[in-house]
T-cell receptor, first 113, second 110 residues
């Protein structure tokens, strides 16, 4: 399976600031996704990162809050904008390759003070 | 959209005993996947089930996909301390997006 590098692995941020999370894959993949896992909760899909076009957001998530880029088939970024304590979560990217199941990066553990 | 329900939320198991976690979907799935997340870790892929009635085994883990492709189960025999973690099922329709169950968090009494 593809090797997924996600960074930063963790960060502590001040409210009102923004943080960009990067996801790099070592091979071309068909699809890339971003998930959020709030403390003690399951994973919720934020959006599908589309190569060269705007991401497809799930209900409850908007581009202004979570802008996503995917300039090529192996790289994507998620920005968490104007952060508040409620944004404290683990953010995970996942990738789907040809005839491969979905695999996750190590995640970014984000705390907002 | 589809919803995936998973029970139980917590499972406290005596080492050596068996347990099962169950998932049910509100809609028919194209496939279902199972992941394990250790404390402080990220979800790690365990298995994917695609066919109606499919059964797959990985050592002490047995995964089943229901005939109607709306439910699934994970059965672990002779639980060990290494089985500690949260097990998630995640269902997918044809759009490849995963809907995760709430997870079953397993603790083991030695």
């Amino acid at each position: 399976s593809a090797v997924i590098s996600q960074k930063p692995s963790r960060d502590i941020c001040q409210r009102g600031t923004s943080l960009t999370i990067q996801c790099q894959v070592d091979s071309q993949v068909t699809m890339m996704f971003w998930y959020r896992q709030q403390p003690g909760q399951s994973l919720t899909l934020i959006a599908t990162a589309n190569q060269g076009s705007e991401a497809t957001y799930e209900s409850g998530f908007v581009i202004d809050k979570f802008p996503i880029s995917r300039p090529n088939l192996t790289f994507s970024t998620l920005t968490v904008s104007n952060m508040s304590p409620e944004d404290s979560s683990i953010y995970l990217c996942s990738v789907l390759g040809e005839n491969q199941p979905q695999h996750f990066g190590d995640g970014t553990r984000l705390s907002i003070l | 959209g589809q919803q995936v329900m998973q029970i139980p939320q917590y499972q406290h198991v005596q080492e050596g005993e068996d347990f099962t976690t169950y998932c049910n979907s509100s809609t028919t799935l194209s496939n279902i996947q199972w992941y394990k997340q250790r404390p402080g870790g990220h979800p790690v892929f365990l298995i994917q089930l695609v066919k109606s009635g499919e059964v797959k085994k990985q050592k002490r883990l047995t995964f089943q996909f229901g005939e109607a492709k709306k439910n699934s189960s994970l059965h672990i025999t002779a639980t060990q301390t290494t089985d500690v973690g949260t097990y998630f099922c995640a269902g997918s329709s044809n759009d490849y997006k995963l809907s995760f169950g709430a997870g079953t968090t397993v603790t083991v009494r030695a």
